[in-house]
């Protein structure tokens, strides 16, 4: 038993080199624009007022630091209601979702998000009155994450 827990774990090292090139042909891309008409609704969303930082580069797919601030008055007439994370290749396109109101304060979120290859991302904010606005940003991965989903 020990010889072949033994070559089990030889062979995941041995592996572990070629999972970013796999990863990348496992993910195919997906229409980031269709993924963010099914948040809309087919409503375009407007690409001002809303800021997305995210690193161009990030060493490590399983934590990626994210930041997203939407210009917003927050009161009840005018808030942000919810800020939705849409990626083009992880296994589950929706990222994240924040819910939002107007005892928020503000409507800007941090945190860390993982991303299982370099691809694009787009953060849809959906403000009250039925408005939408949109960011987007691409962001290479060197180190998959996100890929053993489906075991």
Do not use: Y
């Amino acid at each position: 038993m020990r010889r072949r827990r033994f070559l089990r774990a030889a062979g995941a090292v041995l592996a572990a080199p070629a999972l970013p090139a796999a990863a990348q042909a496992f993910l195919p891309r997906r229409d980031l624009a269709a993924l963010v008409a099914s948040v809309t609704g087919g409503a375009t969303p407007s690409r001002e007022g809303i800021a997305l930082e995210v690193p161009a580069l990030a060493e490590n797919g399983n934590s990626v630091a994210f930041r997203v601030r939407v210009e917003s008055p927050m009161t009840e007439a005018d808030h942000v209601r919810a800020i939705h994370v849409l990626s083009e290749r992880n296994p589950r396109e929706r990222v994240a979702l924040f819910h939002l109101g107007p005892a928020s304060g503000r409507a800007e979120v941090t945190t860390r998000i993982r991303l299982a290859v370099g691809q694009r991302i787009a953060v849809v904010a959906a403000l009250s009155g039925g408005r939408f606005r949109l960011a987007e940003a691409a962001v290479e991965v060197t180190a998959a994450a996100c890929i053993d989903e489906g075991t």
